[in-house]
């Protein structure tokens, strides 16, 4: 197995967050990619390698290219407006609001654009933020284009993580969706049918979004119930696609304190949706935060129940890419994340 890595993710370090009325300590910190990428190499599974540069043709295919252009520009934006702060959104666009898809109504100032492009204030920027989105961006397709040379499976260290991303928003740390991408890649280097799915606490808002009118990605999400857990707007069962894309979008929400007991048989149900559709290959946007001890998560899954994850998605017998997403339990999480590869791989 290869693993691709770049230590540009380090640029980002956004040092505080707002949660719950106040500013507390970051929780999507560089530690996470490093502890991920080191535990890879002390269970010796293989090379990291570092990622190609890529175009943004593929990430203009699934987000409004206007939106990536306003990630690329926003800190000199925020500079330019006098700020040195980091820069994150404090208005947002509601129903009845101006609509992203419509050029003539972005907003000139740089605090309009934040929330024009948002939904929550997590996404934040910092001197070289854009640099690590276009990092992070570039290792998801450098592991699709393994898997479409012909790997059976690879894993793309990403950070900044993807899957809260949609076509025409950031939000929950995420700017360019890696995991769209990836499915994408895969698509234009020939794959007619792509699976994603998510194994991320929180629901793959912004992947879902970005696939809910195709055909051609199937996108299956296993996520704590939108009623009493961010990003609570979506991620319902009746969710199951819409025109084209109808029954090509599965969720799965789980009750908080969901352990093994009740995670595996959704991981089941998901795993059959996604064998019955039949898949050229497979992206797993991986989240570990499933962990009994992350702090902003209420899932009891255990170290030992990570590598069964992986040997459960390994019964696909399909090309498998794992994508870094989320997971906060830092002194854990290289364990956790590295455990599912170990399972895949049948260790």
């Not at 505080?16 to 502890?35: C, H």
């Not at 175009?55 to 934006?77: G, N």
């Not at 740390?173 to 194994?199: H, K, M, P, S």
């Given at each position: ?15 505080t ?15 996470r990619?490093e ?39 926003a ?6 407006a006098?700020?040195?702060s ?24 740089i ?27 570039d290792?998801a397709?450098?592991?699709a ?72 990605v ?44 009740g ?7 998901a ?5 019955h ?29 990570f ?7 390994a ?21 956790n ?11």
């Amino acid at each position: 197995m290869k693993a691709i890595y770049s230590d540009t993710h380090k640029q980002h370090g956004v040092r505080t967050e707002l949660m719950s009325g106040r500013m507390v300590p970051a929780f999507e910190t560089p530690d996470r990619a490093e502890l991920i990428l080191a535990r890879f190499a002390e269970q010796r599974l293989g090379p990291a390698l570092a990622p190609t540069e890529q175009s943004l043709a593929t990430a203009h295919t699934i987000h409004l290219p206007r939106y990536i252009e306003f990630l690329s520009q926003a800190w000199a934006d925020w500079q330019a407006a006098g700020n040195d702060s980091p820069c994150m959104p404090s208005v947002w666009r509601a129903p009845g609001m101006a609509d992203a898809t419509d050029p003539r109504k972005e907003p000139a100032t740089i605090d309009g654009k934040l929330g024009f492009w948002s939904f929550d204030t997590s996404s934040a920027f910092v001197t070289g933020t854009w640099d690590a989105i276009k990092a992070s961006y570039d290792v998801a397709l450098t592991g699709a284009d393994l898997i479409a040379a012909g790997d059976a499976v690879a894993f793309a260290v990403c950070r900044p993580p993807g899957h809260h991303a949609g076509s025409t928003f950031m939000g929950g740390y995420c700017f360019i969706n890696n995991a769209a991408a990836a499915a994408q890649r895969l698509i234009e280097r020939g794959a007619t049918r792509v699976a994603i799915l998510d194994v991320d606490y929180h629901h793959g808002n912004g992947t879902q979004e970005i696939f809910y009118n195709r055909a051609d990605v199937l996108v299956a999400n296993i996520h704590a119930d939108p009623m009493f857990e961010y990003p609570h707007y979506i991620g319902f069962a009746d969710e199951a696609g819409r025109g084209r894309g109808e029954g090509f979008n599965l969720n799965l929400p789980m009750p908080l304190g969901t352990s093994w007991t009740g995670y595996a048989p959704a991981l089941d149900i998901a795993l059959d949706r996604i064998s019955h559709y039949g898949p050229d290959a497979v992206v797993v946007s991986l989240g570990v935060d499933t962990f009994e001890c992350d702090p902003i998560s209420s899932f009891k899954l255990k170290t030992c129940d990570f590598p069964r994850i992986g040997e459960r998605i390994a019964s696909l017998g399909k090309p498998t890419l794992f994508v870094m997403e989320g997971g906060y339990a830092v002194a854990d999480i290289g364990i956790n994340a590295v455990g599912v590869l170990e399972g895949f791989e049948g260790r």
